[in-house]
């Protein structure tokens, strides 16, 4: 097999292993063909065709950002080739520096550079407004329970940390780097103790205090959302809630702008709200519009999430804060205030500036609001739980990219956020996929896509921070002091050796 095909073969493996195909196993041996192609080529042959399979891996993985119907389909998949060109480089980059550093330090060097520049990479382009933390090797392994539970330790960096590992070891033992018998048994033992954690972690943490909750789908065309009229949508959530009234819920969820309208400046839209959760004694959270005055600003639009409590007279809000960049807002404007004068097609939103957590009522406890991406990001959960959340909502609207990649790969990354701050989630989604997320990451109902009605059961709070929600803010600067020392160490061994030779 030539080195060329090796990239494109580990393209494949990778593409395999993440949802919807999800065949976690794949992912331990995805990147073996990459490294063994990138120590045999050039560092900047191998810099070529790591770009070249980085963008296959990436297009079959994030295509669906091209299928987006809220925005002009030249832009949509302008879109989609500008995040999957960007993110090529890292395969790119991670290619180059295995050449080079097979070439002067030796394939353990290479093998310990990989897994350090990738992650690092991984963290980065996962971080601030323009970050983008989907396609990350933790989610390869979001089917495989025990292998997602140390997530509340490291969190989704530590899965990426541990697969990388275990093809950078498989690696090493296909080319003799060192013992093979010392090696399988450093393989295995990075193989297997993680697994003992998830294993003993799992049972524990679908134990708690049960919250029954419900979470609606009602399957609103997403070609006819914004003109449709608010009565007609929210009739329709209103009859696909209907069954909830049979058990015994505290908690029902709409998902994202589900009443597409601000419901502040909608007397009747408020009173209909209230009257549903007055008449039925269960609490509603609902995705709606909001409009608020800023000074300087004016009148500044929010995707913000509404919460109805039994007897009480005005709705509590939430807003989101990360915004989705070019979609939802344009990036930057902190910095150049100028670029919200851009119109790309974007909804325009202005950023929350806190977290909220609703306070414990109607026998439900804390909880935050997860507004549809911010649930792939670890600090927004980790602030919420801090502050004391001990259930987490996530509301989301993926009918925008229709049946693809895109809602599956969107769901699992949830499922990962449950288990690093150990809390559940209920999931609602405007066409699917809605779903009951425990503390362990495990579903107990779901509703799949193009399907309209709710799903209900119980859930366990949980009041412990785990240690990968109190380290949350640190994972960008921990991340680059490894990859820092992994260099620093390179350096240190070249210039000893260059001394050595001159004496």
């Known amino acids: 097999m030539s080195a060329e095909v090796g990239f494109l073969l580990s393209a494949l493996l990778g593409v395999i292993s993440f949802p919807p195909i999800g065949a976690w196993f794949v992912a331990y041996f995805a990147m073996v063909p990459f490294l063994l192609s990138a120590v045999r080529l050039s560092p900047r042959r191998a810099f070529r065709w790591g770009y070249l399979s980085g963008f296959v891996f990436y297009g079959a993985t994030l295509y ?57 990479q991984e963290v980065f382009w996962g971080t601030g407004e323009l970050g983008f933390p989907w396609i990350i090797w933790a989610l390869s392994q979001t089917r495989f329970l025990p292998a997602i539970q140390i997530a509340d330790l490291f969190d989704v960096y530590g899965i990426s940390v541990w697969v990388l590992s275990l093809n950078a070891l498989i690696f090493l033992f296909w080319k003799r780097a060192f013992s093979r018998k010392r090696l399988a048994w450093i393989f295995a033992l990075v193989l297997i103790m993680p697994l003992i954690y998830g294993i003993v972690q799992i049972p524990h943490f679908s134990r ?13 065309p997403v070609d006819r959302k914004w003109s449709m009229s608010a009565e007609e949508i929210t009739e329709s959530y209103l009859k696909a809630s209907a069954p909830l009234g049979d058990t015994d819920t505290r908690l029902v969820v709409w998902p994202e702008t589900a009443t597409p309208a601000p419901i502040r400046y909608r007397p009747w839209l408020r009173t209909t709200l209230q009257r549903y959760s007055d008449s039925t004694e269960m609490t509603l959270l609902t995705g709606a519009t909001d409009y608020e005055q800023l000074p300087q600003k004016g009148m500044v639009p929010y995707n913000a999430a509404f919460l109805f409590n039994p007897g009480q007279l005005e709705p509590q809000r939430s807003a989101k804060i990360h915004l989705v960049p070019f979609g939802e807002r344009i990036p930057g404007q902190k910095l150049l205030p100028f670029l919200g004068k851009l119109h790309l097609g974007q909804a325009e939103w202005e950023p929350a500036e806190k977290v909220v957590v609703f306070p414990e009522s109607n026998s439900i406890p804390p909880f935050g609001c997860l507004i549809c991406f911010e649930v792939v990001f670890p600090d927004i959960a980790a602030r919420m739980v801090q502050d004391g959340a001990e259930l987490l909502t996530t509301i989301t609207n993926d009918g925008w990219y229709g049946n693809s990649s895109g809602p599956y790969q969107h769901l699992n990354l949830a499922r990962i956020r449950a288990v690093a701050v150990r809390r559940s989630i209920v999931r609602s989604a405007n066409t699917g996929i809605s779903a009951l997320i425990l503390p362990s990451g495990r579903m107990t109902q779901t509703l799949g896509y193009n399907r309209r009605g709710a799903i209900f059961g119980t859930v366990p709070a949980c009041s412990e921070i785990t240690l990968a929600a109190r380290l949350s803010k640190i994972w960008l600067p921990f991340y680059a002091l490894i990859l820092l020392a992994v260099i620093t160490l390179l350096f240190w061994k070249s210039h000893r050796g260059q001394g050595s030779l001159a004496g």
């Open 208 to 220: 708690g205090e049960p919250i029954p909750v419900g979470a609606v789908q009602a399957d609103t």
């Open 64 to 120: 669906w950002i091209g299928l987006n119907s809220g925005a002009p389909p030249g832009l949509a998949w302008a879109s989609a080739a500008a995040v999957i060109a960007i993110l090529s480089t890292v395969w790119a980059i991670t290619a180059w520096a295995v050449s080079r550093t097979a070439r002067r330090h030796g394939l353990v060097w290479a093998a310990l550079l990989f897994v350090s520049l990738y992650v690092f």
